[in-house]
C-alpha cells in the first residue's frame, strides 16, 4: 500500500520546519553556494550546518557537487524557489491583516478611555 499524499505533504513541511534549513533553501535560491559561504549567512555551527544540509540531502532538496576540497549546495528543483516567495507573500498578507487589527484595536481602546 503506498503512503497517502497527504502524509508525503507533511513530511515534506516538516523537511522545512527549521529556520536553519529554511535559511539554507533561501540562500540557494539565489544562487549555488559552498558550505563555507553559507555559514556566516546562516549564522549557525559548522556541525550543525551539516546536520540540516543532510537533512535537505535526505529529502532530495538538494543537489551537491564537489570541486577540489568544497562542496557546493544547489536546489534540486526550481519550485523550491516559487515555494519561498509564495511563502513570503501568504506571511506578508497574514502580518498586514495583524498589523491592520492591531491599529484597530488600539483606536477602540483610545477611544473608550475616560478624559481625564
Do not use: C, W
Not at 559548522?46 to 562542496?71: D, F, I, Y
Not at 511563502?87 to 491599529?103: D, F, K, N, T, W
Request: hydrophobic share 45%.
Amino acid at each position: 500500500m503506498s503512503t497517502p499524499l497527504y502524509q508525503l505533504k507533511a513530511e515534506f513541511f516538516k523537511t522545512l520546519g527549521h529556520p536553519a534549513r529554511i535559511r539554507v533553501l533561501e540562500l540557494l535560491s539565489e544562487r549555488e553556494h559552498a558550505v563555507a559561504e553559507m555559514l556566516p549567512e546562516v549564522g549557525i555551527e559548522a556541525a550543525h550546518l551539516s546536520q540540516q544540509l543532510a537533512v535537505l540531502r535526505r529529502a532530495n532538496l538538494v543537489r551537491t557537487r564537489k570541486e577540489g576540497s568544497s562542496v557546493y549546495y544547489s536546489l534540486a528543483s526550481p519550485e523550491l524557489a516559487e515555494l519561498l516567495r509564495v511563502a513570503r507573500s501568504i506571511l506578508s498578507g497574514v502580518l498586514a491583516e495583524q498589523a491592520e487589527l492591531l491599529a484597530d484595536l488600539r483606536a477602540a481602546r483610545s477611544q473608550a478611555k475616560p478624559p481625564t
